[in-house]
């Protein structure tokens, strides 16, 4: 009897044990029954947020975290609160000067991102389904950083931790595309950004979610969603406002502090649209200002990545970081500009923009034009003239199916089966519910499309010639930039291949943000930079969202 009960007493002491143990495994991000919520969610009014998920059915984060056990564990919450005070909505030269302080080091900022994201992420109230990768030598290189760091300016991306959206190539972490097809072995050198960011010191934290395939992929589905991330939320309305597409990681996740800055790519409104709903400062480039050489694509004609960050300087300096002439995107040009050198000035004065007089019925742009009058910046009110986007849709299908072959040739992981649009749609087909949820609408339009090259170039040269028309008031009337809202104009902008900066504007009377985006001639990022600088000082409307402070 005493032997039983000795051994009774070992078994209860190992399960005990077994528990102890799960928990300093980190077995924090539990799946929750989502059930009810969903059935919530249908009574949405925008069709497109009436969710089938919103956890993912592919990632296990406690899988993601697990290189980070030990040193969070020594990572407490007293740490974290102290902290918040030097990092929470700083600014790039501030958070360099706490370090040079020594308030603050590289390897407790990054501890602090890392903590963050785990503490909201877990949380089945707050998670946002941001993060796909998380680096899992960041730490290491967080320190190695510390180490080295001799006189770094206050306007260097030196140590700062970046975030990545996950079609961007990145050594160490898979690039998903939020795609299934990928996730399992697309292993990569690093995009030739990535690189730049690298050399300038910039700490790679993680990857993001996105809208899978960049939102080429499925019609009508939610944005922000990937069957790898599951359905990305905003912070300032989980489930309740849309998080823009297709960069709805980059721009929840600097929304919500996760990072100091994240990288967004566009082809027609993907770093515009999340940047404005997440009340970031987004820029979309002139395409071949930053290269595209290692990011999986929609089309070589419209792509360009950008910087997606909490204020206007920031974004300046993630240019900078990000900048070079690379030969193996055509594309590419060799800028010699330096989009922070002296800084900017404070002041609009002698600044004339254009207002799109049918957009002066929503109240806070004719609010925001106000205030601009009375700093005395020129205001012309333009009507712009009617223009055709025909073959828009044409011009992006068969730029992917020529453009997407080639990225998994020579850019993607040799040992990716899937070779061509159709061979993805043959592997989704395999696990519908799985894999392609909201259908595969898109793809199998590429894969239906038969429009010649020689037919498709008639109709970029179209395209761009009806987006300069709409924007012509920007050298007819010799405007700094054309003022519109979110992404209404992000295609004409994106046609006529000129660039956009997003700037937070206020929010609406339900708390979601609205932006104001200035549309400049192309190569004027600097002049769009220092016009948004003068505007975000105006008026500093943008605050974190409540739940994530």
């Not at 944005?223 to 709805?248: I, M, W």
């Not at 949820?437 to 199998?444: A, C, I, R």
């Not at 054309?482 to 997003?502: D, E």
Request: aromatic share 8%.
């Amino acid at each position: 009897m005493k032997k039983l009960l000795f051994i009774l007493s070992i078994g209860l002491f190992l399960s005990a044990c077994d528990k102890k143990a799960e928990k300093q495994h980190n077995v924090i991000f539990k799946k929750y029954d989502e059930e009810g919520a969903l059935k919530e969610q249908q009574n949405h009014k925008n069709k497109r947020m009436q969710f089938k998920l919103f956890q993912s059915k592919y990632l296990d984060m406690n899988t993601v975290f697990k290189p980070f056990e030990n040193d969070l564990s020594t990572f407490s919450n007293e740490d974290y609160n102290s902290l918040k005070p030097l990092i929470l909505e700083k600014d790039i030269p501030t958070i360099q000067q706490n370090i040079k302080s020594g308030k603050l080091s590289y390897e407790k900022l990054t501890l602090f991102y890392l903590y963050r994201i785990r503490k909201f992420e877990s949380d089945s109230t707050k998670s946002l389904n941001s993060i796909i990768s998380l680096n899992p030598n960041v730490l290491k290189e967080a320190r190695e950083k510390d180490q080295s760091k001799t006189s770094i300016s206050d306007f260097s991306i030196f140590g700062m931790p970046i975030l990545l959206k996950d079609n961007i190539n990145t050594k160490g972490m898979p690039t998903t595309a939020g795609a299934i097809s990928l996730a399992e072995n697309n292993n990569t050198e690093d995009a030739f950004i990535v690189n730049k960011l690298k050399e300038n010191g910039a700490l790679i934290l993680g990857k993001v979610n996105l809208s899978e395939w960049a939102y080429f992929f499925c019609s009508g589905c939610p944005l922000g969603y990937s069957a790898v991330g599951g359905q990305t939320l905003n912070p300032y309305g989980r489930g309740q406002f849309e998080t823009g597409g297709s960069s709805a990681g980059s721009g929840v996740t600097v929304a919500a502090n996760f990072a100091v800055a994240a990288v967004g790519t566009e082809t027609a409104g993907s770093i515009t649209s999340p940047s404005s709903l997440n009340s970031v400062v987004g820029l979309k480039p002139t395409i071949g200002v930053l290269s595209r050489t290692g990011i999986v694509p929609i089309s070589s004609t419209l792509d360009t990545p950008g910087p997606m960050t909490k204020n206007v300087i920031d974004n300046a300096i993630f240019m900078n970081a990000m900048l070079g002439f690379d030969k193996l995107d055509s594309a590419s040009k060799s800028i010699d500009e330096d989009y922070f050198q002296n800084g900017f000035k404070n002041s609009l004065d002698g600044t004339k923009l254009g207002v799109i007089k049918g957009l002066l019925s929503d109240s806070i742009y004719a609010l925001t034009v106000d205030k601009l009058r009375k700093v005395g910046v020129e205001i012309e009110e333009i009507t712009p003239p009617e223009i055709s986007f025909d073959g828009f849709t044409t011009l992006l299908n068969i730029d992917m199916k020529i453009d997407l072959p080639k990225y998994l040739s020579t850019n993607g992981d040799k040992n990716i089966m899937h070779k061509s649009v159709k061979d993805i749609t043959i592997f989704n087909l395999k696990d519908s519910l799985l894999r392609a949820p909201y259908g595969q609408q898109l793809f199998d339009g590429i894969v239906k499309d038969e429009t010649t090259l020689s037919e498709l170039e008639t109709i970029k040269k179209q395209l761009n010639n009806e987006g300069i028309k709409y924007l012509n008031a920007l050298k007819e009337q010799n405007l700094d930039a054309i003022l519109s809202i979110n992404n209404y104009h992000s295609g004409i902008a994106a046609v006529a291949k000129y660039p956009t900066l997003t700037v937070p504007m206020g929010y609406k009377d339900s708390g979601e943000p609205i932006s104001l985006t200035f549309i400049g001639v192309p190569f004027s990022e600097r002049k769009l930079l220092e016009i948004g600088y003068a505007f975000e000082q105006l008026t500093k409307v943008r605050k974190m969202p409540k739940n994530y402070q």
